[in-house]
């Protein structure tokens, strides 16, 4: 089960930080993806971690202003967001597969509910 957390208003150019919390041993196999979907459109590929921690992939519209980040003894995987623009306001997912990263949704067993970020301009 995946759960996360962090999601809210924030002005433009504001950080906020993720959280997605884990429940079960195998965490620490699992490769996350954060997912973001807006009104009306598909959801969309943010970033990816390995379940090693030691290889990260961004979206090319999130590169440089976000970064994810896991923790295996706390089974969280966390994005830091930095610069935010009213653009990346949308509801955030967190998914999770064995082992290897995916910028593919449909490659992802694992969902979290998600949460919604709001950027105001």
């Known amino acids: 089960q995946l759960v996360e957390s962090g999601g809210r208003w924030v002005q433009a150019g504001g950080s906020l930080r993720l959280s997605c919390a884990a429940s079960?041993?195998?965490?620490?196999?699992?490769?996350v993806g954060w997912f973001r979907q807006a009104p009306g459109k598909e959801r969309e590929f943010v970033a990816t971690?390995?379940?090693?921690?030691?290889?990260?992939y961004y979206a090319d519209s999130v590169k440089g202003r976000f970064t994810i980040s896991r923790d295996n003894a706390k089974n969280t995987v966390y994005l830091q967001m930095n610069r935010l623009k009213p653009e990346d306001t949308a509801v955030y997912y967190c998914?999770?597969?064995?082992?290897?990263?995916?910028?593919?949704?449909?490659?992802?067993?694992?969902w979290g509910q998600g949460t919604q970020v709001t950027v105001s301009s």
């Open positions: 079960g041993r195998t965490f620490s196999t699992y490769a």
């Open positions: 971690i390995r379940w090693s921690g030691d290889s990260t």
């Open positions: 998914a999770g597969r064995t082992y290897y990263s995916s910028s593919l949704a449909r490659e992802y067993d694992y």
